[in-house]
């Protein structure tokens, strides 16, 4: 019996169903590839239809029971129906209430799945925290869905770039307050929990963490503010006294050139924006998010929603192809132990 990972769709006016299907059209000639993709049925087709693109699905399934039934078959491509949008309401580029609970239950329904033993590994694609809002939730992010449905509140995100692993002190909040977060004990929260990821064979055990400085270097010697000096340096003997191999601060131009060497079995980041730049750097189109804390692995993909590109054809998809792969790799790895 083949092991499925689940593709669960992002934001429907976005440009998500396109991608998805050129996506699995490469894939398509792969025997055993093993995808659910998960999403709107009308949305999915209106897509195929409009834009010319085949639809590769062998088996469309509504229900956990239709599902087993057409994994038993070893079906490659499956398509699970989770939501019903009013086509004759719906436009490319237009969020709205509908799709926002299209997204929601195509996520709930994707750990559903999973949580019934049907799939291993998530895949998820941008959303718009409008759309959610339209709708009536509180979760704006995925990330704040996947702490409802999978009851995981500490959730720890990296980013995965070519052999570079990048978590941030910080995620998704502005440069003011990412910069009040540099504090002796949030540094050493984080590289707590980035050491309690080390029981995964996804990580180098016999390389240190690496921890970037937030401020440039002095000419000669020295930091340009105090934040090194006062939380950095600190942290970082404190850890190293409870046995964790931390190294730094090292300097952001130092550390990324040295983290592609395969010097570090991973890296700590002031503010996020650093590390995603640095990603989109060392790995264009082929960098994704792995969030860990979770029963499962979920792999996100680093992308906006595309409304201003939906319904033309024009979307790329190397974002999520990197996505999708990393998705089927580690669903045959034993990567959470």
């Not at 996520?107 to 925290?129: A, E």
Request: a negative charge.
């Amino acid at each position: 019996m083949l092991r499925y990972t689940v593709l669960s769709m992002g934001e429907p006016a976005g440009t998500s169903p396109e991608v998805m299907l050129k996506t699995l059209s490469e894939l398509s000639s792969i025997a055993g590839v093993g995808i659910i993709a998960v999403g709107d049925e009308g949305v999915v087709r209106k897509t195929s239809a409009d834009l010319n693109l085949e639809l590769p699905f062998s088996a469309y399934v509504d229900s956990m029971e239709a599902l087993e039934k057409a994994e038993n078959l070893n079906e490659n491509f499956i398509f699970y129906v989770s939501s019903s949008i009013n086509m004759e309401r719906f436009e490319y580029g237009v969020v709205s209430a509908e799709t926002g609970r299209a997204v929601f239950e195509s996520l709930k329904t994707s750990i559903d799945i999973i949580q019934n033993g049907l799939g291993h590994t998530l895949v998820t694609s941008p959303v718009s925290g409008k759309a959610l809002e339209a709708a009536g939730y509180k979760e704006r992010t995925v990330n704040d869905m996947l702490r409802r449905f999978a009851s995981s509140d500490r959730l720890k995100s990296m980013i995965r770039a070519g052999n570079i692993n990048i978590f941030g002190l910080t995620h998704r909040c502005a440069i003011r307050t990412a910069i009040t977060s540099v504090t002796r004990e949030n540094i050493i929260s984080s590289l707590i929990d980035i050491d309690s990821l080390f029981v995964s064979s996804f990580f180098d055990k016999s390389k240190p963490i690496a921890v970037s400085s937030l401020n440039p270097l002095l000419p000669g010697n020295g930091w340009t503010g105090p934040d090194e000096d006062g939380a950095i340096i600190p942290a970082i003997e404190i850890v190293r006294k409870l046995g964790i191999n931390a190294v730094g601060p090292i300097a952001p131009e130092f550390l990324f050139e040295r983290a592609a060497e395969g010097e570090f079995s991973a890296i700590l980041v002031m503010a996020a924006t650093e590390g995603l730049a640095a990603a989109s750097a060392a790995a264009p189109g082929g960098a994704f998010f792995l969030t860990w804390g979770l029963p499962f692995i979920r792999v996100g993909t680093i992308s906006d929603i595309g409304l201003e590109h939906a319904g033309k054809g024009i979307a790329r998809i190397d974002k999520f192809v990197a996505s999708v792969h990393a998705g089927l790799d580690l669903r045959e790895a034993d990567a959470l132990a």
